[in-house]
T-cell receptor, first 113, second 114 residues
Framework: SQQGEEDPQALSIQEGENATMNCSYK?????LQWYRQNSGRGLVHLIL?????REKHSGRLRVTLDTSKKSSSLLITASRAADTASYFC?????????????FGSGTQLTVLP | DTAVSQTPKYLVTQMGNDKSIKCEQN?????MYWYKQDSKKFLKIMFS???????INETVPNRFSPKSPDKAHLNLHINSLELGDSAVYFC?????????????FGPGTRLLVL
């Protein structure tokens, strides 16, 4: 079954605004990762946050993790048209026994110029 | 200097045909994956290989057979193609074996079965 669920499914904002996407998951995790997929392209890794971390920054990206609520958020500040893409969260289980990342269903972000 | 490459990028074929998709990574990673992405963009793991050995074989039809001649290559062969096989197939790789590491994706192969 699908581990991560992104919310909202689609988000449309104006250039310069901030975009927030949320991810909820069901079981314990070792880490949570966010990926971006531009139209017609493969997924690109953005940021990884470990289960013992609460917040992480990378450029205009800010990721938070709340393991008690089994949720994470991705904030993109000062959005640009080039940020238009689908964003996926992915989780890995703590034991590593699943030997895989489980991806959510994605949020389609549209940044209007 | 492409990290993970796939060929072909587009594949249009008739039902019943057999086709192969090739994947190569030059990152020196130990593990490679095949994913299927459907029209709703849901990404589903199909296979995972570590050092030429199959680790994951999710419930996919046995018409799909992965082949790894060496740890830099993981090819996907599909027999008797069906309409429902139409999707985008992504190859990916990662260092390590636990599957929790950052994954690097290829550009995808868009398969259309007519």
């Amino acid at each position: 079954s699908q581990q991560g669920e992104e919310d909202p499914q689609a988000l449309s904002i104006q250039e310069g605004e901030n975009a927030t996407m949320n991810c909820s998951y069901k079981t314990s995790i070792n880490n949570l990762q966010w990926y971006r997929q531009n139209s017609g392209r493969g997924l690109v890794h953005l940021i990884l946050i470990r289960s013992n971390e609460r917040e992480k920054h990378s450029g205009r990206l800010r990721v938070t993790l709340d393991t008690s609520k089994k949720s994470s958020s991705l904030l993109i500040t000062a959005s640009r048209a080039a940020d238009t893409a689908s964003y996926f969260c992915a989780t890995g289980d703590p034991s590593g026994s699943a030997r895989q990342l489980t991806f959510g269903s994605g949020t389609q972000l549209t940044v209007l110029p | 200097d492409t990290a993970v490459s796939q060929t072909p990028k587009y594949l249009v074929t008739q039902m019943g045909n057999d086709k192969s998709i090739k994947c190569e990574q030059n990152l020196g990673h130990d593990t490679m994956y095949w994913y299927k992405q459907d029209s709703k963009k849901f990404l589903k793991i199909m296979f995972s290989y570590n050092n030429k050995e199959l680790i994951i074989n999710e419930t996919v039809p046995n018409r799909f057979s992965p082949k790894s001649p060496d740890k830099a290559h993981l090819n996907l062969h599909i027999n008797s193609l069906e309409l429902g096989d139409s999707a985008v197939y992504f190859c990916a790789s990662s260092q390590g074996i636990k599957g929790q590491e950052t994954q690097y994706f290829g550009p995808g192969t868009r398969l259309l079965v007519l």
